[in-house]
């Protein structure tokens, strides 16, 4: 009979973490979920994610900031976990200018508290979020995961870089293997309501316009959630291997050459066009949108767009739902849910 693995998954209530903790308990893990239910936003939201993975025996929750002192420690040493997904962030490019102090201390302090935790209860992998946004001000596309990202855009990616940094140093020093996944534009039901997709819907619902950026010329690399989970689980049973020496990294590898720690895009890479994500809306509404053309906003990048090879060479597994199933899905959900 096989043992029962555990999985530690911070930020469980989250968009990304729900749906991380569904596929997990699905496959038979025990998963300890970690949220502080932050008014971000909308905390019902994220109450309603948690309720559902409370009907799992095998789901337990502790709703405290992951920066406590001693929290994720006192976690790790009581449960050992055989396997991490660190979710848990401040988000949002945008707020990132209005509160930076809250990204210092989710996404700085909490890392920190979760790599020192792992130090003294090492996991067999720990998988921790990073994002596209870290490729600030890089132009040249698709983006690899070893391109030079040194020119962060907003302080929220720059903390994600950061972090890709300490995880790196603790990988070294401590030999923990750690997977840093960055994901693009990830969107679907239960999905934020600071994207775009969501306010987009609601706008378009309440008879509003809705504010275009960039006039409209704006490229993301929308992931479809389920796809980029399936992308995460895949990944927990592909730990990175510290090497022998330097030379035997393979050129197109973001594995580091001194420690077990790798850096993978999680993308569909075929980015879409935001008038074609609209038009999505349109056609699963029924509804036409006004758009109110507006500039770029200070923070943000024009265009994200995912080499998805080193994942599928991981893996065997690329992201594929297509824009228009998945926004069909988000409508679907969203009118369910607030029963519009």
């Not at 102090?101 to 790599?115: A, D, H, I, Q």
């Not at 994942?311 to 690329?318: A, D, E, H, M, N």
């Amino acid at each position: 009979m096989t043992e029962t693995r555990t999985a530690l998954v911070t930020g469980a209530a989250g968009f990304i973490g729900y749906f991380t903790c569904l596929r997990l308990l699905k496959d038979g893990f025990r998963v300890i979920g970690i949220d502080s239910l932050s008014d971000y936003y909308d905390p019902e939201l994220k109450r309603r994610r948690q309720q559902g993975l409370l009907q799992h025996q095998s789901f337990s929750v502790v709703n405290e900031p992951i920066e406590t002192p001693g929290l994720l420690a006192d976690l790790f040493a009581r449960h050992a976990p055989d396997i991490v997904v660190h979710l848990a962030a401040q988000a949002g490019v945008r707020y990132s200018i209005d509160n930076p102090r809250s990204y210092l201390e989710s996404n700085l302090v909490g890392t920190f508290e979760l790599l020192e935790a792992a130090r003294w209860n090492p996991p067999q992998h720990m998988l921790l979020a990073s994002t596209s946004s870290a490729y600030g001000a890089n132009t040249e596309m698709p983006y690899r995961e070893t391109m030079k990202a040194d020119h962060q855009m907003s302080f929220y990616a720059a903390t994600k870089k950061a972090t890709e940094a300490m995880a790196h140093s603790y990988a070294h020093l401590y030999d923990l293997p750690v997977t840093m996944f960055r994901f693009f534009t990830v969107y679907g039901p239960w999905g934020r309501p600071d994207m775009a997709l969501f306010k987009f819907t609601k706008a378009m619902l309440n008879g509003e316009a809705i504010d275009v950026y960039n006039n409209g010329e704006m490229m993301r690399d929308f992931t479809y959630v389920e796809d980029l989970v399936e992308a995460v689980r895949r990944l927990i049973d592909a730990p990175p291997i510290r090497v022998d020496r330097p030379q035997d990294v393979d050129a197109n590898d973001s594995l580091s050459p001194v420690a077990p720690w790798r850096i993978v895009n999680i993308g569909n890479s075929q980015p879409v066009q935001l008038g074609d994500m609209i038009g999505a809306i349109e056609e699963a509404l029924g509804i036409k949108a006004e758009r109110n053309l507006m500039p770029m906003q200070p923070g943000d990048v024009p265009a994200t767009w995912a080499d998805a090879e080193l994942l599928q060479s991981l893996t065997g597994y690329v992201p594929q739902t297509d824009i228009r199933e998945g926004v069909s899905r988000f409508v679907t959900w969203y009118r369910d849910y607030y029963r519009t």
